[in-house]
């Protein structure tokens, strides 16, 4: 069940597209422009800023346009979906780019020793067209995808280590019981219903049969997985 749509909009102007379009948009946005220059004339460090689409790997719905320094870390990127999209129980995760595995943590048991996210700068591996997935939680597994759309030699849009932005926009699915915005999924009905109906308002998850298994409707791939229930917020 995914109130996700293909459609989201330009954080610089707020002009809405679809996703596709997004992508040529945010090259030639005249707002995007005006915010580059003027973070062009900061303190800040020039340096390679690559754009990334990001996108659930199972559906088209959920994605986000991010700007993201250079001299960050997977670290940073990993931090930064876990905020907006996939945070629930403190779960591993991993990239996968060119037939490398960059894990989080070392792995205990020695059987994965590939390089750890927080070595590795995203400038020794990013460029233009590259394309790279990634697992958060090795059990019930949210999967995503990333493209490097472009690169762009200028000065960071922000201190932060990413910048977002688009996003999908987001609609509520109707409530089961009366058809208002849902707010809460019942995850025993999401695989109970053929239909995957399962979407419940406030007044209606409250008195539902399965209350224990209701959890918070927010903009995420993850909705319904394990025990995540958002709140899918960036994270600065």
Same mark, same amino acid.
């Given at each position: 069940?995914?109130?996700?749509?293909?459609?989201?909009?330009?954080?610089?102007?707020?002009?809405?597209?679809?996703?596709?379009?997004?992508?040529?948009?945010?090259?030639?946005?005249?707002?995007?422009?005006?915010?580059?220059?003027?973070? &062009?004339?900061?303190?800040?460090?020039?340096?390679?800023?690559?754009?990334?689409?990001?996108?659930?790997? $199972?559906?088209?719905?959920?994605?986000?346009?991010?700007?993201?320094?250079?001299?960050?870390?997977?670290? &940073?990127?990993?931090?930064?979906?876990?905020?907006? $999209?996939?945070?629930?129980?403190?779960?591993?995760?991993?990239?996968?780019? =060119?037939?490398?595995?960059?894990?989080?943590?070392?792995?205990? $048991?020695?059987?994965?020793?590939? /390089?750890?996210?927080?070595?590795?700068?995203?400038?020794?591996?990013?460029?233009?067209?590259?394309?790279?997935?990634?697992?958060?939680?090795?059990?019930?597994?949210? #999967?995503?995808?990333?493209?490097?759309?472009?690169?762009?030699?200028?000065?960071?849009?922000?201190?932060? /280590?990413?910048?977002?932005?688009?996003?999908?926009?987001?609609?509520?699915?109707?409530?089961?019981?009366?058809?208002?915005?849902?707010?809460?999924?019942?995850?025993?009905?999401?695989?109970?219903?053929? &239909?995957?109906?399962?979407?419940?308002?406030?007044?209606? =998850?409250?008195?539902?049969?399965?209350?224990?298994?209701?959890?918070?409707?927010?903009?995420?791939?993850?909705?319904?997985?394990?025990?995540?229930?958002?709140? =899918? #917020?960036?994270?600065?």
């Amino acid at each position: 069940m995914s109130g996700a749509q293909t459609r989201g909009s330009c954080v610089f102007c707020g002009r809405e597209f679809a996703k596709g379009g997004l992508s040529r948009h945010l090259t030639t946005c005249p707002k995007r422009q005006e915010v580059q220059a003027t973070a &062009d004339v900061s303190k800040r460090q020039r340096q390679t800023l690559y754009h990334l689409q990001v996108q659930d790997a $199972w559906g088209a719905g959920y994605f986000l346009h991010l700007e993201m320094r250079g001299k960050a870390t997977l670290k &940073d990127l990993d931090e930064y979906l876990r905020a907006i $999209w996939l945070e629930c129980c403190g779960h591993l995760s991993a990239f996968e780019i =060119a037939g490398v595995r960059y894990d989080n943590e070392a792995d205990p $048991w020695g059987e994965n020793e590939g /390089p750890l996210m927080d070595a590795v700068k995203v400038s020794s591996i990013f460029q233009s067209g590259l394309e790279m997935s990634y697992e958060y939680d090795f059990g019930t597994t949210s #999967e995503l995808t990333i493209k490097v759309v472009a690169a762009r030699e200028g000065k960071p849009l922000t201190e932060h /280590p990413i910048f977002l932005m688009a996003r999908n926009k987001f609609e509520q699915p109707p409530c089961i019981v009366c058809g208002q915005p849902a707010t809460n999924i019942c995850t025993q009905c999401l695989y109970d219903h053929a &239909d995957h109906s399962c979407g419940l308002c406030d007044e209606h =998850a409250e008195e539902h049969e399965h209350e224990e298994m209701v959890l918070a409707l927010v903009n995420s791939p993850r909705v319904g997985m394990c025990g995540y229930s958002g709140p =899918a #917020e960036p994270p600065y």
